[in-house]
């Protein structure tokens, strides 16, 4: 499956993004989805997944009550929604696919990767 992420850009503190991922080559539903962010001179940070069936998804601790993921099988995506947005949250996104079935924190369980989009908050 390949991954193209977008939707990133440039917002201040307290705004909104909504990034995407569209899936080509297969269908999102054979995949636990996940969301990853990384800023300048840190490590790749777990956002948001979903699993495989839609019915579990996670956070991560600092995102939890601003950001929303949701899948949209008949088009192929997965949005990730991204509210009150702080500077802390600036970073490059990036989704990611998994066959293991759930929504899982592990980076390393994602086998496939999109190219990444970068989200920039001012403020």
């Known amino acids: 499956v390949q991954l193209q992420a977008s939707g990133g850009g440039l917002v201040q503190a307290g705004g909104s993004l909504r990034l995407s991922c569209a899936a080509s080559?297969?269908?999102?539903?054979?995949?636990?989805i996940g969301w990853f962010r990384q800023a300048p001179g840190k490590e790749r940070q777990f956002v948001a997944g979903?699993?495989?069936?839609?019915?579990?998804?996670q956070y991560g601790d600092s995102v939890k009550g601003r950001f929303s993921i949701s899948g949209d099988n008949s088009v192929n995506t997965v949005d990730l929604q991204m509210n009150s947005l702080e500077p802390e949250d600036t970073a490059v996104y990036y989704c990611?696919?998994?066959?293991?079935?759930?929504?899982?924190?592990?980076?390393?369980?994602?086998?496939?990767w999109g190219q990444g989009t970068l989200v920039t908050v001012s403020s």
């Open positions: 979903v699993s495989r069936s839609g019915g579990w998804i």
């Open positions: 990611a696919a998994a066959v293991y079935p759930l929504a899982t924190m592990d980076e390393y369980k994602y086998e496939f």
């Open positions: 080559g297969r269908t999102f539903s054979e995949y636990a």
